[in-house]
């Protein structure tokens, strides 16, 4: 079974700051990688996702990731962060052959301050 | 084209309860998906419906079973409830394969008592 890990569970950076978040899984095969985010009392909403080709992905709001195959990783970053980035960042890989739903990480709790 | 969307929204049952909760995906949407959100665990995958039928199924105890019906919409069931049931309960649509992006909604709190 695949399995996937979020580094850092609280980070809390000032507005201006650049972001990056931490996502390795361990599923070897194909796998396509998704990065959702829950601002608070929202709905949990794709940020960017990565099937295949380039493997630096552009998603809303400024966030990109950089898919890296050899390290099993899918960070997420940001150059400056905005206030309205508070909000809870998931990372979820999914195999590409696709016998489960997605498997989400713990997450991890954003909370830029002004 | 409206969103996925779950009722009721909170829910309080007490231990042995059994609770029915309904999701109505995305309009054309047929893929319709369960998870389990808690504080210890976080995001954990419940079942998958198609086209009626359940196509994955998570690591979760018989107690909780789903179904899905010929206009997508979706219930999930819970029998004989437990206090470590409580949980935010999401429902999420996509449209045919599973590389799709999944939509999710609101969400149900179910708290167990």
């Known amino acids: 079974a695949q399995s996937v890990s979020q580094h850092n569970h609280h980070v809390i950076l000032s507005e201006a700051a650049s972001l990056e978040l931490g996502c390795n899984y361990s599923y070897g095969g194909t796998v396509n990688l998704f990065w959702y985010v829950q601002y608070p009392g929202q709905h949990l909403q794709l940020l960017l996702k990565?099937?295949?080709?380039?493997?630096l992905v552009k998603g809303i709001k400024g966030f990109e990731a950089e898919f890296i195959k050899s390290k099993f990783s899918f960070n997420l970053r940001k150059p400056s962060v905005q206030w309205s980035d508070t909000a809870e960042y998931f990372c979820?890989?999914?195999?590409?052959?696709?016998?489960?739903?997605?498997?989400f990480g713990k997450g991890t709790h954003l909370i830029i301050q002004p | 084209k409206a969103g996925v969307t779950q009722t009721p929204r909170y829910l309080i049952k007490t231990r042995g309860q059994q609770v029915t909760l309904s999701c109505s995906p995305i309009?054309?949407?047929?893929?319709v998906s369960w998870y389990q959100q808690t504080p210890g665990q976080g995001l954990q995958f419940l079942f998958e419906?198609?086209?009626?039928?359940?196509?994955n199924k998570g690591n979760f105890p018989g107690r909780f079973s789903g179904r899905q019906f010929s206009n997508s919409r979706s219930e999930m069931n819970v029998s004989t409830l437990e206090l470590g049931d409580s949980a935010l309960y999401l429902c999420?649509?996509?449209?045919?394969?599973?590389?799709?992006?999944?939509?999710f909604g609101p969400g149900t709190r179910l708290l167990v008592l």
């Open positions: 990565y099937f295949s080709g380039d493997p």
């Open positions: 419906y198609f086209s009626e039928t359940q196509r």
């Open positions: 309009s054309g949407h047929r893929s």
């Open positions: 999420a649509s996509s449209t045919r394969t599973r590389l799709e992006t999944q939509y």
């Open positions: 979820a890989p999914h195999s590409g052959g696709g016998a489960d739903g997605l498997t």
